[in-house]
């Protein structure tokens, strides 16, 4: 089992900036690939970012490459999310998750956290 808990979530205006943290216990940290969803009201949960155990492979959603950056720090068990030019549509509950392999669909991973509130206002 892995638990992962999120934070850093909050209300930010329009073209702010955000950090989100995720805690990892249970398995080994450095053996899960780590990743960000999101999910507006009344809308699926969307794939944001999500990075490799080994190399650190990066990989993001369109709509939030150039302004987000995932990375990690394997010492301290923890994934960030650094989300800088915030739009009103980032707007959403925002999940880590953890997976031996990144995935894009949010069906295919296998570990979540309880997510934190994000939101822009414009």
């Known amino acids: 089992q892995v638990q992962l808990v999120e934070s850093g979530g909050g209300l930010v205006q329009a073209g702010g900036s955000l950090r989100l943290s995720c805690a990892a216990s249970?398995?080994?940290?450095?053996?899960?690939?780590m990743g960000w969803f999101r999910q507006a009201p009344g809308k699926e949960r969307e794939f944001v970012a999500s990075i490799n155990w080994s190399r650190g492979t990066t990989h993001y959603a369109n709509s939030v490459k150039g302004r987000f950056t995932i990375s990690r720090d394997n010492a301290k068990n923890t994934v960030y999310l650094q989300m800088n030019s915030l739009k009103p549509e980032d707007t959403a509950v925002y999940y880590c998750?953890?997976?031996?392999?990144?995935?894009?669909?949010?069906?295919?991973?296998?570990?979540w956290g309880q997510g934190t509130q994000v939101t822009v206002s414009s």
């Open positions: 998750a953890a997976n031996p392999i990144p995935r894009f669909i949010f069906t295919e991973w296998d570990y």
């Open positions: 249970g398995r080994t940290f450095s053996n899960y690939a």
